[in-house]
Antibody, heavy 123, light 113 residues
Framework: EVQLLESGGGLVQPGGSLRLSCAAS????????MNWVRQAPGKGLEWVSS????????YYADSVKGRFTISRDNSNNTLHLAMNSLRAEDTAVYYC????????????????WGQGTLVTVSS | DIVMTQSPDSLAVSLGERATINCKSS????????????LSWYQQKPGQPPKLLIY???TRESGVPDRFSGSGSGTDFTLTISGLQAEDVAVYYC?????????FGQGTKVEIK
């Protein structure tokens, strides 16, 4: 059974930093692209970032480009999202998700999701 | 960016009746090399993460009940729930992965009438 467990969320002041992690199990992590999708309180879904099986292939939403960095540790089956220069509008539940298909690049289809971790940016 | 617009924003349907959700993309998301539309549908129940229902516009994900079906091509897509069940109460999102940035529709809330 695929399991994705996010951690690292919390309350941070504007301009601060956080590092989210997603521990993956139940599948061959190194064979799948991974993603972060967020959801502001009471709002819809927003794609944040994706990473291919190699950390050379990374993709970002314009709203986080230059502030967030996605990375993965295939030896420890873990996905990360380093978030810097946080803003109030970054407040959201951040979901880790797995690509539907094995492959070098993200397919866009996400068939497994974690329960999410809440990031609150406020003074 | 490709804008995804869903309609309606909400709908109430009687148990056992059909629910239809529309999704329109601001440009074609038909991938010409394989003739597949890069569109998926997700279901999100309160307090839960999204669940993949449909990808490539019409391919049902494994384990998804066959009352859920997707159709459409190019810029116009539909998610149909044939015979609404109580457990189908949720918000449904369409999602394009044709080009970056990936974008979602605003969501459609489905309730029981």
């Amino acid at each position: 059974e695929v399991q994705l467990l996010e951690s690292g969320g919390g309350l941070v002041q504007p301009g601060g930093s956080l590092r989210l992690s997603c521990a993956a199990s139940g599948f061959s992590f190194s064979n799948y692209a991974m993603n972060w999708v967020r959801q502001a309180p009471g709002k819809g879904l927003e794609w944040v970032s994706s990473i291919g099986v190699s950390s050379d292939n990374t993709y970002y939403a314009d709203s986080v480009k230059g502030r967030f960095t996605i990375s993965r540790d295939n030896s420890n089956n873990t996905l990360h999202l380093a978030m810097n220069s946080l803003r109030a509008e970054d407040t959201a539940v951040y979901y880790c998700s797995k690509d539907r298909f094995p492959g070098w690049f993200p397919s866009g289809v996400k068939n497994s999701w974690g329960q999410g971790t809440l990031v609150t940016v406020s003074s | 960016d490709i804008v995804m617009t869903q309609s309606p924003d909400s709908l109430a349907v009687s148990l056992g009746e059909r629910a239809t959700i529309n999704c329109k993309s601001s440009q074609s998301i038909l991938y010409s090399s394989n003739n597949k539309n890069d569109l998926s549908w997700y279901q999100q129940k309160p307090g839960q993460p999204p669940k993949l229902l449909i990808y490539s516009a019409s391919t049902r994900e494994s384990g998804v009940p066959d009352r859920f079906s997707g159709s459409g091509s190019g810029t116009d897509f539909t998610l149909t729930i044939s015979g609404l069940q109580a457990e189908d109460v949720a918000v449904y999102y369409c999602h394009q992965y044709y080009s970056s940035p990936q974008t979602f529709g605003q969501g459609t809330k489905v309730e029981i009438k």
